[in-house]
């Protein structure tokens, strides 16, 4: 996946979750938001993740199959969000 497509899937996932995240835990509004810019871009992965044993952080990314390829991360706790461009397996740390 080119950098330059990774750039413009980041923004408009962000623009997404701007635009439709009101109330709630963030991480809803993540998933449907990188889902979302996974459709608008032609990317062929689906959205994965895992949360902290409380539920209270996660991570979400779009799955490319290798846990050091590049994809959109999100970093979300109950009312905020961090997109990014980078490995779902850097995460991990």
Known sequence: MDH???RR???YA???FNEHYTHGH???A???ALEAAARKFNLPYEVCGWADECGHEGVQYLNT???YGTTLVARSDYAS???AIG???DQLS
Do not use: N
């Open 14 to 16: 962000r623009q997404h």
């Open 81 to 83: 969000v961090r997109f």
């Open 4 to 6: 330059q497509t990774l």
């Open 30 to 32: 993540v998933a449907k």
């Open 65 to 67: 199959g290798d846990s």
């Open 26 to 28: 963030a991480s809803h």
């Open 87 to 89: 490995c779902w397996a």
């Open 9 to 11: 899937a980041r923004r």
